[in-house]
């Protein structure tokens, strides 16, 4: 059995520019009860073995790999990458992926250098295929602004092009001061039972993930298949779930008004669009497309936005 877990996959300690010990951040995302964190200090590893006496809150030990022309986040194995050498970034980004690694692309559209230096993706990725996902979401602002979409329609124009990379919410967590909501957060599809760091892993790696700024919003076919799995072609039912109970366990206080749920295929498409008050969406599903799902409607004073959205399923 597979279920849903809420998840920081980007965060900061003392170890490099971040405001929290270890044991302060771990602490900090129980009380927000996520279910598990990626630690991604600048350029080290030197937090990870405080990260190993943790024994409830799973952690999925990585980096982030920050340069001048791009910071990448880096997870889920002991080989060091040298951030030194960017002579070849596809190369660098095969070499990890080779030794078992996740890699990520973080905040793709910051405002870079000088505002935050090498914020700002720019390098040229042409094997996009060792890419397991990106920040579509990223940092206290995660409604639909301009670094947001702009990573959206990244996001979408690589699934156009036949790559199976997730999306993920990268708050890039750094201090607790100034925090009082949990702006957005990825849920992680994994087996059921204590999560684990290695769970976590497997579920970025599979496409499983689900980004909100609230409300648990996932899908699951009625033949069982879900984000992130491959689908035969031909007429589906989606059977959606929106859970405004869960959200409230993930420490918000926005205002949230659902209105519309839209099924996203190549283009950016909204193929169907259905009120947010239905359970099942029925469709039928064309060969060798992709698929995500998404919520719309308002959040406190921000009208018709993006309030969650699903990582894709796949169409043989
Ligand atoms: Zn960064
Ligand atoms: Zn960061």
New binding site residues.
Partial sequence: MKKWYPCELHCHTLHSDGGFTVEGLISAAKSRKLSGICLTDHNTVSGWEEADKEKELAVLKGI?Y?TFDG?MLCLGTEKIIDFTDISNIDCTVKDFRENGGLIGI??PFQLGTPI?TG?HWDYKITKWENVNYIEVFSEGCPYLNTPNKKARALWHSLLDKGYRIAPSMGR?WHRIEGDVNLAACTYLCCEEGQLTGDKMKSAIRDGRTAVTTGPFFTFETADGFTVGDEISEGENIIEITLDTVRQKKIATTQNFCFKEIRLVSNGSKAVKVIPATEKNLTFNFEKGQWYSLELWGDIDEKTDTLLAFTGAIYVK
């Fill in positions: 982030e920050t910071h973080a905040h935050c914020g890039d």
